[in-house]
């Protein structure tokens, strides 16, 4: 599902060239769980953005599904991310004036989905939040709205799922219900999942990890 080869990303901040990422390859399995670990500035968040086709390398290949993301435009990459890639992030990223359900339409009725209401609510009791559809993001708990940003990034029944850091903001407790959630998630869909984590709790979850430390995989990981 997932080729990395020999990826390479220079940014320039404050006048100076800094490499977050350096020469870095791995390949995820088609149904694979895998955890990217590490410590903070290690690049795990940029490594994730340029799978879900946010970024582009300066240089190396990226592809997904068989897809080599660099040959692709804005609008293709727009439209890959669509059909193909669910995303999961830290800070939810809803839309604060819509309300739970409005939020896990969007990607429905940008797809064109005629019922895309009905399948929001039925996404909503499956994560169980039936009752708080009508709910802003501001009157929902952090745990309550990474359910809502759980249900919009499987919505599209994705092949490939992406979490950036997605107990981060949480407390042990509602973070060890939203890893269950996750996972079942992906289980239930049987879709490839590649999360970023400093949790050793989720990381654990994952058939394998690998380890960044200054842009460069240290450590992959057996399960």
């Given at each position: 599902?997932?080729?990395?080869r ?69 609008d ?68 309550e ?71 460069r ?7």
């Amino acid at each position: 599902m997932i080729h990395v080869r020999d990826v390479v990303m220079r940014l320039t901040s404050g006048g100076r060239v800094v490499t977050v990422l350096d020469g870095v390859s791995f390949d995820v399995a088609r149904g694979e769980c895998v955890a990217v670990t590490g410590p903070s500035g290690s690049g795990k968040s940029t490594l994730l953005g340029l799978v879900a086709g946010l970024d582009a390398p300066t240089s190396g290949t990226v592809l997904v599904d068989d897809v080599d993301l660099g040959a692709l435009d804005e609008d293709a990459l727009a439209r890959f991310r669509r059909d193909r890639v669910g995303v999961v992030f830290q800070s939810y990223h809803l839309i604060p004036t819509l309300t739970a359900v409005e939020n896990v339409m969007i990607p429905l009725e940008l797809a064109g989905v005629t019922d895309a209401r009905a399948r929001a609510e039925r996404l909503l009791d499956e994560v169980g939040l039936g009752a708080r559809g009508h709910h802003y993001p501001v009157q929902l708990s952090g745990g309550e709205q990474q359910r809502v940003a759980l249900a919009r990034a499987v919505s599209r029944a994705p092949g490939l799922l992406l979490a950036d850091e997605p107990t981060g903001n949480l407390d042990s407790e509602t973070g060890a219900a939203i890893i269950d959630l996750l996972l079942a998630l992906n289980r239930e869909r049987g879709s490839t999942l590649l999360l970023v984590t400093h949790d050793p709790a989720l990381a654990a979850h994952a058939d394998r990890q690998i380890a960044l430390r200054d842009g460069r995989i240290v450590e992959p990981i057996p399960a």
